[in-house]
C-alpha cells in the first residue's frame, strides 16, 4: 500500500468530519447526533427495501438467522441507530465498524438483510465493534435494553456474529475509509422512513415507549476487552 499524499490525508479527515466521527465521549450529549447515523439508515433501508423487492418478485433465495424476528419492529432503523448511540456511549466510528461486520455476516449463501432482522444485526454489531475498539462499554443486560431485546438474546446474537466473522473484527485503515466514502455517498438519497418495531422473545416491544433506561446499569461499565466472560455475555 502506498504512501498517503498530504491531499490524501485531508480528503479522509474531511470525510470523518462530515460524518460526525470526531465527536468525542465528553461533548456527545451536548451536539446533534453524528451524521453517519442518517446515512447509515439511509443505507441501510435501502438494502432492505431492494433485498424485499427482489424476495417478493422469488427472484432470490433467502435463507432465516437467529436475527430473523417473525415481524418487522415499528421503530425506524434511524430512531433505532439513535437510540442505540444516546444510551450505549459508543463512539460514532463504530456504526462504520458495524456496518462493515454486517456486511461480512451477509457474505452467506441465500442470507440477505431484511426487515426482520436489520435491527438486531445492527444492535449486536454495534456492540461487537464497542467491545473492541472502545475504552470502556456496558454489559450485554444494558446492551440488551437498549436494544429491546433480552439478555439471552444479547448474548446469543453476539456469538453467532463472532464466529460467524470467525473473530475477525479488524479492519484495516483502507477498508474503513471506504467504507466512510461510500456511507457519504448516501448524502444525496433520501432517507426511507418505515416503521419498525423489535420483537424480543415474549412479543413486541414497543421501544418508543421504552426510553427510561435503568442507570443504576451505567455503574456496571467494562473497561475490558474480549475475554471468556464477554463473550459468554455479562449479566
Do not use: W
Not at 42 to 61: G, H, M, P
Amino acid at each position: 500500500m502506498g504512501t498517503l499524499t498530504t491531499d490524501d490525508s485531508d480528503k479522509h479527515i474531511e470525510s470523518y468530519l462530515s460524518l460526525g466521527l470526531t465527536v468525542s465521549q465528553s461533548k456527545k450529549k451536548d451536539t446533534e447526533y453524528p451524521k453517519v447515523l442518517l446515512l447509515l439508515a439511509t443505507y441501510l433501508d435501502r438494502a432492505v427495501q431492494k433485498n424485499e423487492e427482489l424476495l417478493d418478485s422469488n427472484k432470490i433465495k433467502h435463507s432465516s438467522t437467529i436475527f430473523h424476528g417473525q415481524r418487522a419492529p415499528d421503530l425506524s432503523i434511524k430512531l433505532y441507530a439513535e437510540r442505540i448511540f444516546k444510551y450505549s456511549e459508543c463512539s460514532p466510528s463504530c456504526f462504520v465498524l458495524a456496518l462493515i461486520y454486517m456486511e461480512r455476516y451477509l457474505q452467506q449463501p441465500y442470507v440477505y438483510m431484511t426487515s426482520l432482522c436489520v435491527h438486531r444485526l445492527l444492535i449486536t454489531s454495534v456492540v461487537v465493534a464497542a467491545k473492541f475498539t472502545d475504552d470502556a462499554f456496558f454489559n450485554n443486560a444494558f446492551y440488551a435494553r437498549v436494544g429491546g431485546i433480552s439478555t439471552v438474546e444479547m448474548n446469543r446474537f453476539e456469538l453467532d456474529l463472532l464466529f460467524n466473522l470467525d473473530f475477525r473484527l479488524k479492519v484495516d485503515l483502507e477498508t474503513f475509509r471506504s467504507y466512510c466514502l461510500q456511507l457519504e455517498k448516501e448524502t444525496m438519497v433520501f432517507a426511507i422512513e418505515r416503521p419498525v418495531q423489535v420483537h424480543g422473545a415474549n412479543g413486541a416491544t414497543d421501544l418508543s415507549r421504552n426510553s427510561s433506561i435503568d442507570e443504576s446499569c451505567k455503574s456496571e461499565l467494562m473497561r475490558g476487552r474480549y475475554n471468556s466472560q464477554a463473550l459468554q455475555g455479562c449479566s
